[in-house]
């Protein structure tokens, strides 16, 4: 029996279901039940009568899944497979900021610890901050924006207000330079340039759309170009293609792979539903108030 086969047979013995985020590699992408963005996995799973979720991402996704479905068991097959971004704050960080701005709400980017999650008022993905944003400043005139520096500066840059925000950013999303999108302007002028707002404010001024992983492949499907240009972790070009074989698809750099994304395959996954690791755990507490923030944001958008 081969290992896919394995994989498939152990799923089945426990109930479980595989999440693949969509910068996974190639093969992650190909045996997973669901394929997206993290938060729409974790939601997706929690609807589901799964016991076991496998999450094929990073060590926060896995948490957020944790928080959605504290009932059910959630591993990530890589224990090592974390968030640079994510590891640039912690919960005594963020109160200690919170301390100089009592005033401030708190809007945390899902790219969080389940620790400073807990410490937040609202939660965001890149595809509803400015949603969340506009809302808060019903109500607040201030808002700390963490981790994410880059998607900070876009939100604010559309609601012309200024955010108090934390120095984090990706490293991934950081090496795709504006001469990237040149060079590649240059090879395919015909080619839309689609950009994450993770990137810098100097890329996405380059950009004809500025937009999530999810908003992404829902733009490249429904769009009547046929070239497009990626501005994101290459991995999703993966997801891409064979969504639409009949198009084209070019990273703008490939430099932009992230190590820690690559860290799972199959071989991973096989081990980890055999002996049910690496388990992911959140204090009861911290879990219910990370949910609290989550559960505001949806209320919202």
């Given at each position: 029996?081969?290992?896919?086969?394995?994989i498939?047979?152990?799923?089945k013995?426990?109930?479980?279901?595989?999440?693949a985020?969509?910068?996974q590699?190639?093969?992650v992408q190909d045996?997973?039940?669901?394929?997206g963005?993290?938060?729409?996995?974790?939601?997706?799973?929690?609807?589901?009568?799964a016991?076991?979720i496998?999450?094929?991402?990073?060590?926060?996704?896995a948490?957020?899944a944790?928080?959605?479905?504290?009932?059910?068991?959630?591993l990530?097959?890589d224990?090592?497979?974390?968030?640079?971004?994510a590891?640039?704050?912690?919960?005594?960080?963020?109160?200690?900021?919170?301390?100089?701005?009592?005033?401030?709400?708190t809007?945390?980017y899902?790219?969080?610890?389940?620790s400073?999650?807990?410490?937040?008022?609202?939660c965001c993905?890149?595809?509803?901050a400015?949603?969340?944003?506009?809302?808060?400043?019903k109500?607040?005139d201030?808002?700390i924006?963490v981790?994410?520096?880059?998607?900070?500066?876009?939100?604010?840059?559309?609601?012309?207000?200024?955010f108090?925000?934390w120095e984090?950013?990706?490293p991934?999303?950081?090496?795709?330079?504006?001469e990237?999108i040149?060079?590649a302007?240059?090879l395919?002028p015909?080619?839309?340039v689609?950009?994450?707002?993770?990137?810098?404010?100097?890329?996405t001024r380059?950009?004809?759309?500025?937009a999530?992983?999810?908003?992404?492949?829902?733009?490249?499907?429904?769009?009547?170009a046929t070239?497009?240009?990626?501005?994101t972790e290459i991995?999703?070009?993966?997801?891409?293609?064979?969504?639409?074989p009949?198009?084209?698809?070019?990273?703008?750099?490939e430099?932009?792979?992230c190590?820690?994304?690559?860290?799972i395959?199959?071989?991973?996954?096989?081990?980890?539903?055999?002996?049910?690791?690496?388990?992911?755990t959140v204090p009861?507490e911290t879990?219910?108030q990370?949910?609290?923030?989550?559960?505001?944001?949806?209320?919202?958008v």
């Amino acid at each position: 029996m081969d290992i896919t086969n394995k994989i498939k047979q152990l799923k089945k013995e426990k109930n479980a279901i595989i999440l693949a985020h969509n910068y996974q590699l190639p093969e992650v992408q190909d045996i997973a039940d669901f394929v997206g963005d993290s938060l729409g996995l974790s939601i997706t799973a929690a609807n589901t009568d799964a016991d076991v979720i496998v999450f094929c991402g990073v060590h926060f996704m896995a948490e957020t899944a944790k928080i959605l479905s504290p009932a059910k068991t959630v591993l990530l097959p890589d224990p090592k497979a974390g968030c640079p971004m994510a590891d640039m704050i912690d919960a005594e960080g963020l109160q200690a900021l919170q301390a100089e701005h009592p005033r401030a709400a708190t809007l945390c980017y899902v790219n969080t610890t389940a620790s400073v999650k807990a410490h937040c008022d609202y939660c965001c993905t890149s595809g509803n901050a400015l949603k969340m944003v506009q809302h808060i400043l019903k109500s607040h005139d201030e808002i700390i924006f963490v981790p994410d520096k880059y998607l900070a500066q876009y939100v604010s840059a559309q609601v012309g207000r200024k955010f108090i925000m934390w120095e984090g950013f990706c490293p991934t999303h950081a090496r795709i330079l504006p001469e990237d999108i040149m060079r590649a302007r240059g090879l395919h002028p015909q080619a839309k340039v689609l950009v994450h707002p993770e990137c810098t404010p100097e890329l996405t001024r380059l950009a004809d759309v500025v937009a999530s992983t999810e908003k992404m492949c829902h733009y490249v499907h429904d769009n009547e170009a046929t070239e497009f240009i990626i501005g994101t972790e290459i991995g999703i070009i993966h997801r891409m293609q064979k969504e639409n074989p009949s198009k084209y698809f070019y990273p703008a750099s490939e430099k932009a792979s992230c190590p820690n994304m690559k860290r799972i395959n199959l071989e991973k996954i096989l081990w980890s539903l055999t002996d049910m690791d690496y388990e992911i755990t959140v204090p009861e507490e911290t879990m219910n108030q990370a949910r609290g923030a989550i559960e505001r944001m949806l209320e919202i958008v």
